[in-house]
C-alpha cells in the first residue's frame, strides 16, 4: 500500500521481499508452520493469514497492482495448495466431517500437539475463521460447500447453553507472562448465550481443558490459576458464525445458483 502511494522502491523490494518469503516457506503439503510445531498450523490466524494475502493478490486488490506476473502465479498456484490441504485437514470422526483442530499434520493431515497444553483436539475458533474463509470463495466447489456444511452443523451441535463465564476480582497474582487480576469461573446462567470451548475431544466430542504439564481435565475450576488466567477457554465468536455469517452465506449462494 505504502508503495501504492508514494512510489519509492525500497518498499516495493522489501513488498516483494517478504511475498518470496512466504512462497519459500510453504511445506510441499501447501501449509504454513506456526511458531511453535512444524505443522499446518491455523492458530493465530497463521494459515488464514496467508491466504488472505494471497486471496487479495489474485483478486487483483488496487495495493497489488504493481505485482510482477510471475509473482502473481505463485501467489495463486499457493493459494490453491493451501485450500486443497484445509480441505484434507478437516477432522472426520465415524465418518462425518468436523471442524479442524489448531495445528495438523504435514504427513498425515491429522491434527497434532504444539504447546505442552496445545493438545490434538477439534477447535470451534480456528473452525469458524476456516469456515468464513472458505465462505468467501467464488464460485465454491461441491467440496468447499460440503467442508461448510458439516463444520457448521458440528458447531452448532457443540455449542455449551445455560453456562457463562464470569470474571471476579482476585488479589494481584505474578505468574511466569502475566499478572492476574481477574479469575474466571462458570456459573449456570439458563439465560446465556451459548459458548464455546477452546477444545473438544476428537472421538467424544467432550470439552476439555488442560494444564501447562499436559495434564486434560475436564472443568475449568481444575485448571490451574495461572493457565486458567492466562489463556482463552471459552468464546462466544462462532455464535456470529451461525446467525450471520452462515445464513447470509446460504442466501448468496441461492442468488448465485439462480444467476
Known amino acids: 500500500k505504502v508503495y501504492s502511494v508514494c512510489s519509492a522502491e525500497r518498499f516495493r523490494v522489501s513488498a516483494e521481499r517478504g511475498l518470496d518469503y512466504i512462497f519459500n ?3 510441499p503439503t501447501g501449509g504454513w508452520r506456526g511458531a511453535d510445531v512444524d505443522a499446518i ?48 485437514c478437516q477432522i472426520e470422526v465415524n465418518g462425518l466431517k468436523t471442524g479442524w483442530c489448531q495445528q495438523h499434520s504435514h504427513e498425515t493431515f491429522l491434527p497434532v500437539k504444539a504447546r505442552s497444553y496445545e493438545l490434538p483436539a477439534i477447535c470451534p ?36 447453553e445455560g453456562q457463562r463465564v464470569e470474571e471476579i476480582d482476585i488479589p494481584p497474582t505474578r505468574f511466569e507472562g502475566h499478572t492476574a487480576t481477574r479469575d474466571r469461573i462458570v456459573v449456570e446462567d439458563p439465560t446465556a448465550p451459548p459458548i464455546w470451548t477452546r477444545y473438544y475431544e476428537i472421538e467424544t466430542n467432550r470439552p476439555f481443558f488442560c494444564n501447562r504439564d499436559g495434564t486434560i481435565v475436564y472443568s475449568l475450576a481444575e485448571v490451574h490459576p495461572e493457565r486458567r488466567t492466562g489463556y482463552g477457554w471459552y468464546s462466544a465468536a462462532p455464535a456470529r458464525l451461525l446467525e450471520n455469517d452462515y445464513p447470509a452465506w446460504k442466501s448468496r449462494l441461492a442468488t448465485f445458483r439462480k444467476a
Open 125 to 160: 475458533v480456528e473452525t469458524s475463521g476456516i469456515v468464513r474463509f472458505l465462505m468467501a470463495t467464488d464460485h465454491p466447489s461441491p467440496e468447499v460447500m460440503d467442508a461448510i456444511e458439516s463444520a457448521v452443523r458440528w458447531i452448532d451441535r457443540s455449542a455449551i
Open 25 to 27: 516457506e510453504q511445506r
Open 41 to 88: 498450523t491455523y492458530n493465530d490466524d497463521v494459515m488464514l493469514g496467508v491466504m488472505k494475502l494471497l486471496r487479495d493478490i489474485n483478486r487483483d486488490q488496487v495495493q497489488f497492482n504493481w505485482l510482477d506476473s510471475e509473482r502473481r502465479r505463485q501467489a495463486a498456484s499457493a493459494l490453491k495448495r493451501a485450500i486443497d490441504v484445509t480441505l484434507k
